[in-house]
C-alpha cells in the first residue's frame, strides 16, 4: 500500500473576474512510499499548493482521486495518521505556545492528559521553546512561529508530514536543526512530504523529488538519480598547462574543455584516462580527478527552461 | 467537539468587548442590589404585592434590555466564523481528522454556550437578588435564560451564514442590527400598521412570507414574558401574539436556520471551493 497515492488528478480553476479557466494540476499521478522524504518542486504558480491541499481534502479535484493510506482523502478519517504544517500558518494569537500544541493535538485525536503533556514537553524541548512555552505566541518572532507550527505538526506522531516551506523565516542554524529533527523521523520510517523553494535544502534532505511546472508533472524520481552527470570529469593539475600540451589533449578529446589548471571532459572514463596519460608524460602532476554532478538547482532550471520552451 | 467549544470560550474570553458586557453586566446586578428596596411601601410588602412588583421589574427589564443584549452578544460573538475561515487558519483545521460540519457545529455550540453562561451569570444573579429581597421564587424568570440564548442562536445562525458566504464580520453585524431593530419590528406589526396602509394583496403576501422566514426574537421575549406572568403558553400560538407559539419561533426556526447553515458550509465547499480555501494556488 502506498502512503499517498494519487491517480490523474485533474484541477481547474475559474479565474474571478476573467472567468478564464486555470489548469492548476493536469493528469498528475504519482505515488509516495513509507519511510521516503518526498519534495515537491516548481516556480510560483506550479500547482504545488493546490496538490497539497488536495491530498488533505481542503480542496477537491475537479477530476482523478487521491488516496492516504488507502483510504480516499474525502474520508477526513484518511487524515487520522498525518501532520500537516501550512505555509503562512495562523495559530490563535491568544494562546500560549504550549495552549497552540494542547489545542491541535486534541483536534489529531490525542487524548488530553500526562501522556499529552509529555509529548508537548518532549516537542518544546526539541524546537528549544520550552522556556517560551506560557508565553502568548503573538510574541513569537518567525522562527519561532515556524518551529512552533513544525512541533504541531509531529505532535500527534504521525505516520505522514506535509511540510509547506517548513524552513521558511528561520535562521541558518535553525535549518540545521529542522534538517536534523526530519531525518530523525525519516529513520523512523516516518514519511514527508516537502514543499520548498530552497532547493539546496531539498537536495540535502529529500530522498526522491518531482518537478511541477503549469500544472504538469515534468520530472520525477530519486535525487541521486536526476543529478548525476555520469560522463563529465574534471582534471586539476598542480602546474599551468601548456599549449604543446593542451594540443596533445586535444588530440585524444576534441572536445575537452581546457582552462589554465583544469581539464574537463564530457566523453566517459576512456577518455580521461587518455588525458591523464598525456598528462602524466609530460610530467604534469594531477591534483585531483572529479566526477561532476548537476546541483538540483542546475537541474531545476534546465527541465524549467526547456519545458517552458516547449 | 469539546476541543473547539473550549477553544472558542479562550477566543470569547480574550476579547476586550466580553470584559467591557461584564462589566456592564455587574453594574446592572449592583444597581439591582441597591436600588431594588421591597420594604419601602409601607413597610412590609405583602406576598401578592411583591409578586406584583418582582413580575414588572422582571419583564420590565427583559422589555428594555431583550434586544440589546442579542445584539451585543452577536456583536461580540460575529466575528467568530470569520476569522475561523481566515487562510493560514482553516487550512489547518480542515486538515485534522474532523468533519467539516462538526468544525462549525462546534464553533456555533461554543458561542451559544458562551452567551448562555453570561445570562446565567446576568439574569441569574438578578433572579436571585429579586428573590431574596422579595421572598418570591419565581422560576419563570430564570427560563429567560433560555429563551434570550435561543433568540441569540437563531440570530447567530444568520450570523453564521453571513460569516460563511462574505467573511465579513461587519456585513453580519450590518445585517442583525437591520434584522433585530428594522425588518422584524416591522413584520411584527404589519397586521397592525402596514396592512392598515397597504391594500396590494402580493406585498401583504410578501410581508407574511418574510414574517415566516425570518427569525423573531421579539417574540421569544414575549414568550418569556407571558411566562413570568404566567400566561398560558401554547405550543403554536403564543397568547403575546396569536400567530406564533413556542414551537414555531424556536425550534422549528432554529434548526431550520442551522440546516441551512450545514448546507451552505457543504456548498461552498464544492460549489465555490475558490472562494474560501483557495485564496491562492501555487
Not at chain 1, 512541533?151 to 500527534?156: E, P, R, V
Not at chain 2, 483545521?93 to 462549525?104: D, E, G, Q, V
Request: glycine share 6%; net charge positive.
Amino acid at each position: 500500500m502506498h502512503v499517498i497515492e494519487t491517480q490523474n488528478l485533474y484541477k481547474e480553476y475559474t479565474q474571478k473576474f476573467s472567468k478564464q479557466k486555470v489548469n492548476a494540476l493536469n493528469d498528475f499521478t504519482f505515488n509516495v512510499e513509507q519511510g521516503e522524504i518526498f519534495g515537491l518542486l516548481g516556480p510560483n504558480g506550479a500547482g504545488k499548493t493546490t496538490l497539497i491541499k488536495i491530498l488533505l481534502a481542503i480542496t477537491f479535484p475537479t477530476n482523478g482521486s487521491a488516496k492516504l493510506f488507502g483510504t480516499d482523502v474525502r474520508n477526513y478519517k484518511a487524515k487520522t495518521k498525518v501532520g500537516y504544517l501550512p505555509e503562512n500558518h495562523k495559530f490563535p494569537s491568544y494562546l500560549t505556545g504550549e495552549q497552540v500544541l494542547s489545542y491541535y493535538g486534541q483536534l489529531s485525536g490525542m487524548k488530553a492528559g500526562a501522556d499529552m503533556t509529555k509529548r508537548i514537553d518532549e516537542m518544546l524541548g526539541l524546537m528549544n521553546l520550552t522556556q517560551w512555552r506560557k508565553t502568548k505566541i503573538k510574541k513569537y518572532s518567525k522562527g519561532m512561529m515556524q518551529k512552533l507550527g513544525l512541533a504541531q505538526s509531529m505532535l500527534s506522531d504521525p505516520d505522514l508530514i506535509f511540510l509547506d516551506e517548513p524552513t521558511d523565516g528561520v535562521d541558518p542554524i535553525g535549518r540545521k536543526e529542522i534538517r536534523d529533527i526530519l531525518a530523525q523521523i525519516k529513520s523512523r520510517g516516518k514519511t514527508i512530504f516537502l514543499n520548498s523553494h530552497l532547493l539546496s535544502e531539498v537536495e540535502m534532505i529529500c530522498d526522491r523529488v518531482a518537478i511541477l511546472n503549469k500544472g504538469d508533472l515534468i520530472k520525477e524520481g530519486n535525487v541521486d538519480d536526476l543529478t548525476k552527470a555520469e560522463n563529465i570529469f574534471a582534471v586539476h593539475t598542480v602546474e599551468p598547462i601548456s599549449m604543446e600540451i593542451k594540443q596533445k589533449v586535444l588530440a585524444v578529446d576534441a572536445n575537452a574543455g581546457i582552462g589554465e589548471k583544469e581539464i574537463n571532459t564530457e566523453t566517459g572514463t576512456a577518455s580521461l584516462n587518455k588525458i591523464i596519460d598525456v598528462l602524466r608524460n609530460c610530467n604534469i602532476n594531477i591534483l585531483s580527478v572529479n566526477q561532476k554532478t548537476n546541483t538540483l538547482e542546475e537541474l531545476f532550471i534546465n527541465v524549467i527552461k526547456k519545458d517552458n520552451t516547449n | 467537539m469539546l476541543t473547539i467549544i473550549q477553544n472558542t470560550f479562550r477566543e470569547a474570553l480574550a476579547k476586550k468587548i466580553f470584559i467591557g458586557y461584564y462589566i456592564f453586566y455587574a453594574i446592572v446586578i449592583l444597581i439591582m442590589i441597591f436600588l431594588v428596596n421591597m420594604d419601602s411601601v409601607e413597610g412590609v410588602m405583602s406576598l401578592a404585592d411583591s409578586k406584583m412588583l418582582v413580575q414588572q421589574v422582571e419583564t420590565g427589564f427583559l422589555t428594555i434590555s431583550w434586544n440589546l443584549i442579542i445584539f451585543f452578544s452577536l456583536i461580540s460573538t460575529a466575528s467568530f466564523i470569520p476569522s475561523m475561515l481566515e487562510k493560514g487558519t482553516i487550512d489547518l483545521l480542515i486538515s485534522k481528522p474532523i468533519s467539516r460540519p462538526m468544525i462549525l457545529f462546534s464553533k456555533f455550540l461554543g458561542a451559544v454556550l458562551f452567551v448562555f453562561l453570561s445570562m446565567v451569570f446576568l439574569l441569574g444573579s438578578m433572579w436571585l437578588i429579586l428573590s431574596l429581597k422579595s421572598g418570591y421564587w419565581d422560576p419563570m424568570f430564570l427560563l429567560s435564560i433560555l429563551w434570550i440564548t435561543l433568540a441569540f442562536a437563531t440570530m447567530y445562525s444568520i450570523v453564521v451564514i453571513i460569516g460563511l458566504t462574505t467573511q465579513s464580520t461587519v456585513v453580519a453585524i450590518l445585517v442583525n442590527f437591520f434584522l433585530i431593530f428594522v425588518l422584524c419590528p416591522l413584520l411584527s406589526t404589519r397586521e397592525g400598521v402596514v396592512f392598515t396602509l397597504v391594500s396590494n394583496e402580493t406585498v401583504k403576501f410578501i410581508f407574511d412570507f418574510l414574517y415566516y422566514l425570518l427569525p423573531k426574537p421579539g417574540e421569544f421575549r414575549d414568550i418569556a414574558t407571558s411566562m413570568i406572568n404566567g400566561d398560558q403558553i401554547n405550543m403554536w400560538k403564543s397568547t403575546a401574539n396569536a400567530e406564533t407559539g413556542l414551537f414555531t419561533v424556536s425550534c422549528f426556526r432554529q434548526l431550520a436556520l442551522f440546516c441551512l447553515c450545514l448546507l451552505l458550509w457543504r456548498i461552498l465547499y464544492f460549489t465555490f471551493p475558490k472562494k474560501i480555501t483557495n485564496n491562492n494556488y501555487q
